[in-house]
T-cell receptor, first 112, second 113 residues
């Protein structure tokens, strides 16, 4: 009963490439979030969206952009991938605000 | 913005003993404090949360306490079992629609049989 789906579990891309990470939720949630997870740093918020076509910067938005054209889909874009963007990327959604996040399984992205 | 610090970063306990993880937050307007558990290779999942109008909350072997004056909150796991081995994250938020969670750095808990 997977409710938040991330398109890739593992991804290897080259430096300078434009990279798209996709996230789809089937719970009709208003809010969607992109976090990156690094050892010792926890989960850091990149971008979030509380409505279709709306987006807000998180704590570390540099080098990233997002797109939310439909309620169920939230895409993270690495404009020009760099090695310091190698990380685990987690998508989450919630019905309202910070309550009851449902996370995806994560995408482990390696930039070479 | 909010800043959440979590300690310790790793915790090793003997099966049956208790484990305590502590977090501090910086934003005095934060009023919602959840804890997430992430087992190896799996997604984080909410295990317990507390709101600022409550000082303590229990759910079977886990409990969370909140000290608003000191701006810290803690997770207590009693009678630890091997299946408690995981990474635990605390988080804080202002709790209103349009707001998001700020997470701590995580604690890796290992329960030794």
């Amino acid at each position: 009963d997977v409710k938040v789906t991330q398109s890739s579990r593992y991804l290897v891309k080259r430096t300078g490439e434009k990279v798209f990470l996709e996230c789809v939720q089937d719970m009709d949630h208003e809010n969607m979030f992109w976090y990156r997870q690094d050892p010792g740093l926890g989960l850091r918020l990149i971008y979030f969206s509380y409505d279709v076509k709306m987006k807000e910067k998180g704590d570390i938005p540099e080098g990233y952009s997002v797109s939310r054209e439909k309620k169920e889909r939230f895409s993270l874009i690495l404009e020009s991938a760099s090695t310091n963007q190698t990380s685990m990327y987690l998508c989450a959604s919630s019905f309202g605000g910070p309550y009851g996040y449902t996370f995806g399984s994560g995408t482990r992205l390696t930039i070479v | 913005g909010e800043n959440v610090e979590q300690h310790p970063s790793t915790l090793s306990v003997q099966e049956g003993d208790s484990a305590v993880i502590k977090c501090t937050y910086s934003d005095s307007a934060s009023n919602y404090f959840p804890w997430y558990k992430q087992e190896l290779g799996k997604r984080p999942q909410l295990i317990i949360d507390i709101r600022s109008n409550v000082g303590e909350k229990k759910d079977q072997r886990i409990a969370v306490t909140l000290n608003k004056t000191a701006k810290h909150f803690s997770l207590h796991i009693t009678e630890t079992q091997p299946e408690d081995s995981a990474v635990y994250f605390c988080a804080a938020s202002r709790g209103a629609a349009g707001n998001k969670l700020t997470f701590g750095g995580g604690t890796r808990v290992l329960v030794k049989p």
